[in-house]
């Protein structure tokens, strides 16, 4: 006949046994059983968050500067190399024909020109509509008209049929009889590009170093929760609970920072395009030109929530792998 503390150990016993059962095998239920248990998890992980706001908030504030950075860079490229396609879309060449060339050898080159496969179009601006279009741009036409001949040469504006074409077309125009200077309108255009191309490389690898950055800085934040929750994880190991059941709260909790930090980065970005509009618009129509920055746009803000949340969840395994394990009852 078994003693009472015999049998006070052994309820004891089942006790605890059924305890490590629920806490190791949530997938008993199904999925319905263990779907519900991430979602508490979820929930109180950012629970926890909320109630700690300021030291919340330092940390998504360090997050989100730290993402919007390398994001505004590669904004700032992206519009910069609108801008220089839609310009170098409407350019081209220009060919200064020498002083005092006749009638009929400007139409031979016009008939030339149009006939090139490469060349989309052609106009010609004579001397004398050149020298009409600069009196009423500049504002000097009682000036001009006192002078004794017109100084103007006329113009051929030829536009490629592709941009890449420019500079070729440039040295074989130049050639042409009559043709006193072959010049590319947006040469500058073509070296805003390789600097944007040279940029943007720098910008990717700050990037890279940032989302690095980031990891690390979550990674130590979720170490700091490990160790405050110490006793907490060893009774739950003690009844039983697995590393994958104890880590999910840390994994959920990073999960939190890196989306709070990529949602704080969006603001930001926002915020930024905002105040820069009105001085990029000013300086656009001193170009007589229409333009509007770009911005980040829904699809692109919910990938910047979801890899700011992906890097979230990797600083916090990085760290449950490191610390989390090594925490075992005694």
Known sequence: MARPDDKRRTGKGRNDARAARAVSAPEAGGFQTLFAQHQATAVDSLLRLVLDPVASLLTWAVIGIALALPLCLLLLLQNLQQVGTSLEQSGGLSLFM???????????????????PRIASVDLLTADEALAEFQAASGFGDLLEGLDENPLPSVFLVMPAEAADASDLQRELAALPGVELAQVDLEWVQRLRAL???????ALLLASMLCVGVVLVIGNTVRLAIENRRAEIVV???VGGTDAYVSRPFLYTGLWYGVGGGLLAVLLIALALFALQGPVSALMQTWNGEFRLRGLGLSNSFLVLAGAGLLGWLGAWVSVMRHLRAIEPR
């Open 236 to 238: 739950v190991k003690l």
């Open 98 to 116: 020498e002083q005092d060339v006749p009638a009929e050898q400007l139409a031979d080159v016009q008939a030339t020109l149009t006939a090139h």
């Open 196 to 202: 944007v191309a040279l940029a943007a490389r720098f």
